[in-house]
T-cell receptor, first 110, second 116 residues
Framework: LAKTTQPISMDSYEGQEVNITCSHN???????ITWYQQFPSQGPRFIIQ???TKVTNEVASLFIPADRKSSTLSLPRVSLSDTAVYYC???????????FGAGTTVTVRA | GAVVSQHPSWVICKSGTSVKIECRSL??????MFWYRQFPKQSLMLMAT?????????EQGVEKDKFLINHASLTLSTLTVTSAHPEDSSFYIC????????????FGPGTRLTVL
């Protein structure tokens, strides 16, 4: 499974855009990139998944450069309720299992 | 979106007893389910992968005789913690993959196990 590296923590303020970059230098050809959000004492919640270029849904955007060795999750106009741990995961097409890294703790302040 | 449930949401048991945790996919058939364990302030650690109708595949370091996994149907997987000890106290989370998905996207809400 490809190893991922992301910042341990990030601070932001309400209404700002938060961008979290994840490095995955040894991503395999068939691997997808998936981001999850987790609140304390809850299971992870799927945010977005992509393979290349840009993916956008109602809550976030995912930017993936051509070499796919990194990806950036963009959260527009965050609110206090976006305070959580965000995980970047790579893999899933061969054995479908996902291994979690340390994640990024995002703290949104008023 | 798809829903994965877990039961119970929390359980407290005495040391030496066994505890069963259920994971259900409510609106889809899960060909593969995964079990994770999460200690406080730590990330999720994959314990095992279970495929419907076959034996579970355990990650290195996870005792298969202690953490019994059964995936008897396409909507239900169970994790039994046998002879639980205080060090087994943790947050157990399952996830499920439907046919055609690239990876398991949907996670259960988790089960908090406390062993006294």
């Amino acid at each position: 499974l490809a190893k991922t590296t992301q910042p341990i923590s990030m601070d932001s303020y309400e209404g700002q855009e938060v961008n979290i970059t994840c490095s995955h230098n040894n991503i395999a050809t068939n691997d997808y990139i998936t981001w999850y959000q987790q609140f304390p004492s809850q299971g992870p919640r799927f945010i977005i998944q992509g393979y290349k270029t840009k993916v956008t849904n109602e809550v976030a955007s995912l930017f993936i450069p051509a070499d796919r060795k990194s990806s950036t999750l963009s959260l527009p106009r965050v609110s206090l309720s976006d305070t959580a741990v965000y995980y970047c995961l790579v893999g899933g097409t061969n054995d479908y299992k996902l291994s979690f890294g340390a994640g990024t703790t995002v703290t949104v302040r008023a | 979106g798809a829903v994965v449930s877990q039961h119970p949401s929390w359980v407290i048991c005495k040391s030496g007893t066994s505890v069963k945790i259920e994971c259900r996919s409510l609106d889809f058939q899960a060909t593969t389910m995964f079990w994770y364990r999460q200690f406080p302030k730590q990330s999720l650690m994959l314990m095992a992968t279970s495929n419907e109708g076959s034996k579970a595949t355990y990650e290195q370091g996870v005792e298969k005789d202690k953490f019994l996994i059964n995936h008897a149907s396409l909507t239900l997987s169970t994790l039994t913690v046998t002879s639980a000890h205080p060090e087994d106290s943790s947050f157990y989370i399952c996830s499920a993959r439907a046919p055609g998905q690239t990876a398991a996207k949907f996670f259960g809400p988790g089960t908090r196990l406390t062993v006294l």
